[in-house]
């Protein structure tokens, strides 16, 4: 079995990252798995809510990145794998795991995934997604209050505390490690087509070689 084309796509909450991730694997389904970041945040069951809800879910130590490497390396080994799930509510891991079959394409997702070293050095082509702070922080909230039932008052306190400050700090920098630059994520169908193109070329160039 030929090692899979891996592929990381970051940039700010609410860039489109999950609608390109998204497009790309049903381009490719089912040659394509989808592996996001934000279902590795470090569970804290040991804290209160009230105390959960207070942690700074936009630094890159929240997330568990040695338990996500450990599964990605599975999961380029040819190895399906159990992973974890999120629960934005109650601001901890669920208990409910999805199984992630190997494939030909990995995709995995994620706000800071290019500040981690390690990640980065995983990924055979680094995505960013580059969209307007206007934009972002209005999908942002919709999506919080919507499909995370977050208050519209608690996703503006976390924006200004965590989300905005975390991005001049560690998201916009960690641009500069990306091999693509991608304005507007999904919605730019001609980057689209031809991250599409890349892929299916390298994927044509596996089936000749063997």
């Known amino acids: 079995m030929r090692k899979p084309m891996v592929i990381g796509i970051a940039g700010g909450t609410g860039s489109g990252k999950t609608t390109l991730t998204r497009a790309i694997e049903a381009k490719f389904a089912p040659r394509a798995a989808v592996v996001f970041h934000d279902n590795y945040y ?3 069951d040991d804290l209160p809510l009230a105390e959960r809800a207070k942690l700074n879910y936009d630094h890159p130590d929240a997330f568990d990145n040695d338990y996500m ?3 990605l390396e599975e999961l380029i080994a040819g190895q399906a794998i159990d992973c974890p799930t999120y629960d934005y509510a109650l601001h901890t891991r669920a208990k409910e795991t999805i199984r992630i079959e190997p494939a030909p394409v990995i995709l995995v997702e994620g706000i800071v995934l290019f500040v981690e070293q390690r990640l980065c050095d995983m990924f055979d082509v680094k995505i960013f997604v580059d969209t307007d ?3 972002r922080i ?3 909230v919709k999506r ?3 499909e995370r039932g977050r208050t519209i008052e608690s996703v503006e306190q976390q924006y200004l505390a965590t989300v905005k400050p975390m991005h ?4 916009a920098p960690s641009k500069r490690r990306a091999d693509i630059i991608v304005p507007e994520g999904g919605h730019n169908v001609v980057a689209l087509d ?3 193109h890349r892929i299916a070329n390298a994927l044509d160039e596996d089936r000749a070689v063997k």
């Open 42 to 44: 470090r569970p804290h």
């Open 69 to 71: 490497i450990a599964q």
């Open 133 to 135: 702070a206007d934009v």
């Open 138 to 140: 209005l999908r942002r």
């Open 144 to 146: 919080d209050v919507i």
């Open 168 to 171: 001049e700090l560690y998201v």
């Open 194 to 196: 031809m991250l599409v």
